[in-house]
T-cell receptor, first 114, second 112 residues
Framework: DTAVSQTPKYLVTQMGNDKSIKCEQN?????MYWYKQDSKKFLKIMFS???????INETVPNRFSPKSPDKAHLNLHINSLELGDSAVYFC?????????????FGPGTRLTVL | GQSLEQPSEVTAVEGAIVQINCTYQ??????LSWYQQHDGGAPTFLSY????GLEETGRFSSFLSRSDSYGYLLLQELQMKDSASYFC?????????????FGQGTELSVKP
């Protein structure tokens, strides 16, 4: 009965490769997010979708492309991976945009680019 | 722009009380949230203050003063399992309700 799930949990890959991270929530929430947490634990929003529509797109390189096939899923595809992309990526969801203060996070995907 | 300031580290002993402060500067403000994150784990929601005053949830309380752009998280009867990072976060105005801006986090170490 996991609320927000992500796959894979760990991802180790070479520079220049393309990879995807999948996220699913079974809470019935309308809004989903992607965050990047760096080695200093700084948590920064990357994208937000509300009911499959992109509503927040921070200054993220266009190598990162989110896709939301339905409101329960938000995937993240990364092209041409770079060393600086190494981080933990968290997916999260909230009831809707006005409930952004209360978010439920997935377990995270630790991406290591070699 | 937006910025949040919180101490980087706090150490306390089991059974004690600790207060983690957060000051913020934002262009628009809805409220202040607190999240807990254990090493290797995911952030977990603790509390949210939209109005001035104290909100209590068990051993944890959170306070907000909008006029001072200041809030704090109070942890009472500290336990070893409370060792974690604690993040304050501001809900910012934006498209369709806004987004969360997180502080840098406070690493709390609880000693026996």
């Amino acid at each position: 009965d996991t609320a927000v799930s992500q796959t894979p949990k760990y991802l180790v890959t070479q520079m220049g490769n393309d990879k995807s991270i999948k996220c699913e929530q079974n809470l019935g929430h309308d809004t989903m997010y992607w965050y990047k947490q760096d080695s200093k634990k700084f948590l920064k929003i990357m994208f937000s979708y509300n009911n499959k529509e992109l509503i927040i797109n921070e200054t993220v390189p266009n190598r990162f492309s989110p896709k939301s096939p339905d409101k329960a899923h938000l995937n993240l595809h990364i092209n041409s991976l770079e060393l600086g992309d190494s981080a933990v990526y968290f997916c999260a969801s909230s009831q809707d945009g006005t409930s952004a203060h209360t978010q439920y996070f997935g377990p995270g995907t630790r991406l290591t680019v070699l | 722009g937006q910025s949040l300031e919180q101490p980087s580290e706090v150490t306390a002993v089991e059974g004690a009380i600790v207060q983690i402060n957060c000051t913020y500067q934002t262009s628009g403000f809805y409220g202040l949230s607190w999240y807990q994150q254990h090493d290797g784990g995911a952030p977990t929601f603790l509390s949210y203050n939209a109005l001035d005053g104290l909100e209590e949830t068990g051993r944890f309380s959170s306070f907000l003063s909008r006029s001072d752009s200041y809030g704090y998280l109070l942890l009472q009867e500290l336990q070893m399992k409370d060792s974690a990072s604690y993040f304050c976060a501001v809900r910012d105005r934006g498209n369709q309700g806004g987004k969360l801006i997180f502080g840098q986090g406070t690493e709390l170490s609880v000693k026996p």
